[in-house]
């Protein structure tokens, strides 16, 4: 299934805000944070791309349920989207 932005939606928004988390979380290790700051925030990144992952996947399922209501073969079977979806958990 090819990937666009308007598939995906929230997802990339989430995924350039989780970038920029992750900039900040690099450079508190470089000018020496607190180590429990820094784990805090990258646990928030963690979290912020596994969001990401799973809106990918939700949006996936819902493109290829619309191909199947058109009578249209759907770019991904659901046991392809299930490998993705465990993938992530």
Known sequence: MEMTPELVGD???RLRRA???LAAVIGMIETGDDCATV???LAAVSRA???AGFKIVAS????CQAARDRGEDPP???AQL?????ALA
């Open 11 to 13: 997802a990339l928004v």
């Open 19 to 21: 970038q920029g988390q």
């Open 39 to 41: 784990l805090t925030q």
């Open 49 to 51: 791309l596994d969001r």
């Open 60 to 63: 996936g399922m819902r493109h």
């Open 76 to 78: 991904m079977t659901e």
């Open 82 to 86: 299930e490998k993705l979806f465990l």
